[in-house]
């Protein structure tokens, strides 16, 4: 579905996309992730067409802007984080208004508020509907012209958590309905989680990561995760004895839920097998637990050791 070759972009001293490889095979759901300033925005841009590369090739089924930028039209359906529209016209007048532009007939009309579960929002102005129903109308504008390549800007930021997984409802029926190809930005890692086959990290313009999930954690960040807040201190020295231990780290009140007590974060082999010889440390030493979560790692945890920064901290 798409490929691109060498692909760079400079803006005055900076490198914004540096020689990048990267080949997206039709049917995927890929998530590209990355700090401010890694050049997400940039390639994304590339792509739509919006801006030209300095260096290398972008090629969508075959097709390059340069020669083929009416049917790459045809073929790209975009998404953006904020979409304005004509405040006095109804929901179903948008959809028509932006149909007309493709010559499409109004049975698609009809469909996309119904994928879009809008039907009832049809002779509704725009500017009423709630911040979820009008990021699933721009989703039904994206969508109208049946998009093979579907490109999708942090469009659930801002939305309350509802919202949010209306829209990821619809995206993955799309995908059950349809061979569509999706690239999404986003800012929740449990978006790209929850969506996306693929995960694509990138910084400083270079992709650092490249895979699935399960892969992606077992090579960058192996390991299950213990958080716990004792009411006293523990040397490493004890910890140490305890087998199944990859590393330790002590947290500062500031990342706990509470201003008392002791905090750590014990990464560890398998929770399952360390619990039980952790439990009996604490009481021999005569510690209490005030809190204990014990979790697989996320798609967070890989973004911190990749780039030292939470994802939603951007």
């Not at 529209?85 to 508020?113: H, M, N, S, W």
Request: charged share 20%; glycine share 6%; aromatic share 6%.
């Amino acid at each position: 579905m798409l490929q691109l070759t060498n692909v760079t972009k400079q803006f005055k001293q900076l490198t914004a996309v540096n020689q990048l490889n990267l080949s997206i095979a039709e049917g995927q759901y890929v998530a590209l992730l990355g700090p401010n300033g890694a050049g997400k925005t940039t390639l994304v841009e590339m792509i739509e067409g919006l801006q030209r590369p300095d260096l290398g090739n972008i090629t969508i089924q075959g097709l390059n802007w340069q020669q083929h930028s009416k049917q790459l039209r045809q073929l790209i359906g975009l998404s953006l984080q904020e979409t304005k529209f004509i405040d006095k016209l109804t929901t179903l007048e948008t959809l028509q208004l932006f149909a007309g532009f493709y010559q499409l007939p109004k049975k698609r009309v009809t469909e996309l508020l119904e994928w879009t579960k809008l039907e009832e929002k049809a002779n509704t102005y725009v500017v009423n509907l709630s911040g979820g129903q009008h990021q699933r109308l721009a989703l039904g504008i994206a969508l109208l012209n049946e998009p093979k390549l579907l490109l999708l800007d942090e469009p659930t930021t801002g939305l309350d958590p509802n919202s949010r997984r209306e829209l990821w409802t619809i995206l993955l029926e799309i995908k059950k309905l349809q061979k569509i190809t999706l690239i999404l930005t986003t800012h929740y890692m449990e978006e790209a989680e929850y969506l996306c086959d693929r995960i694509i990290m990138m910084n400083k313009g270079s992709i650092i990561a490249d895979g699935s999930l399960q892969n992606l954690l077992a090579t960058f960040a192996t390991g299950e995760v213990i958080e716990c807040v004792l009411d006293n201190p523990i040397s490493d020295v004890l910890l140490q004895t305890l087998t199944g231990i990859l590393a330790i780290e002590t947290l500062p009140h500031s990342l706990l839920n509470t201003t008392q007590g002791f905090g750590l974060r014990i990464t560890v082999k398998q929770i399952s097998q360390f619990l039980p010889s952790f439990f009996e440390l604490l009481q021999n030493q005569n510690l209490h637990l005030l809190q204990l979560q014990a979790r697989k790692k996320t798609l967070d945890d890989l973004f911190i050791v990749l780039t030292g920064n939470q994802l939603n901290q951007q």
